[in-house]
């Protein structure tokens, strides 16, 4: 049986090289961020090109939903716009929910489905994903302007 003193004296060297090691396992920096959403938007992209050729322009704004990542995940709107978010992952269900703005969450929509809506007001409108926005951070948000 171990004293008190030499359990206390290992949990200190434990903690010590914890402490040491945390820097290994720290965040990834707001550069890396950037180019793995970068990497993944650009094969959302070509992923919504396979499933949808021929997509003529509307004038609806697409924002791609693909491995765990809103594309784009910000964007910039004028009043009366309408977003359609485009499931393009291969097997996982997603939402869009307008949460702070007290707008209910979609149903979840499975690949290759969608769900859209029209921004009526100027303001920013966070949204997230109901079911990957803790776990996965899926976040983003529309800028609606004049």
Known sequence: MQSRSSQTAAFLIIGA?????????ADIT????????AK???QADERYAELFPGTKD????????YKYHFCPGDLTVKTGTTVRWVN???RTSHSVWLKES?????????????????????????????????NEGMLGSVTVTE
């Open 58 to 65: 509307d004038g609806t704004v697409i924002v791609k939903l």
């Open 88 to 90: 393009v992952d291969k």
């Open 30 to 37: 707001d550069d890396e961020k950037a180019a793995k959403r």
């Open 102 to 134: 007290k707008i209910n969450e979609s149903e979840r929509f499975f690949p290759e489905e969608q769900w859209e809506f029209s921004f009526q007001a100027s303001g920013n409108y966070p949204y997230l994903c109901g079911p990957h926005w803790e």
């Open 40 to 42: 993944v938007c650009a």
């Open 17 to 25: 090289a914890a402490l040491a090691a945390a820097p290994a396992f």
